[in-house]
């Protein structure tokens, strides 16, 4: 099962990737698998040399009742201290944004594919509109 974040590339140039792990709590990883998730909306910031994401839905599990958790809080992601130093220096001297974009697993643990960003400007925009309407009549043909 893999949840994919498929605006990130009509809305930003992906520069770099990381792979890092989530700090998940209760019920979270069984909604995960059942794909009861969304990362379009949300986005990772660094704070006190961690690493967070925010925004991110997993919806309550329906088994869970008591122990459930609650769907858009936010969760650490783990990551070498070297990547969020690297992903910190990006940050600061280019302006990019940390954007989530896939979860799946590896093996029994869930993994979130994390993107160093840069906005597309409008015109960039038209721009890929452009050639996947141009590569989608190349299949037709």
Known sequence: MEIKNRKANYLYYILETFE???ELKGTEIKSIRKGSCDIRDSFAIIKNNEVFVLNM???KYKEGNLFNHDERRTRKLLLHKNEIKKL??????EGITLVPLEIYFKGSHAKLKLGVCKGKKLYDKRETI???DLEREGRNL
Do not use: P
Request: aromatic share 6%.
């Open 20 to 22: 890092c792990g989530i």
């Open 57 to 59: 839905y997993i919806a």
């Open 88 to 93: 910190r220096e990006k940050k600061e001297r």
């Open 130 to 132: 452009k050639k996947r």
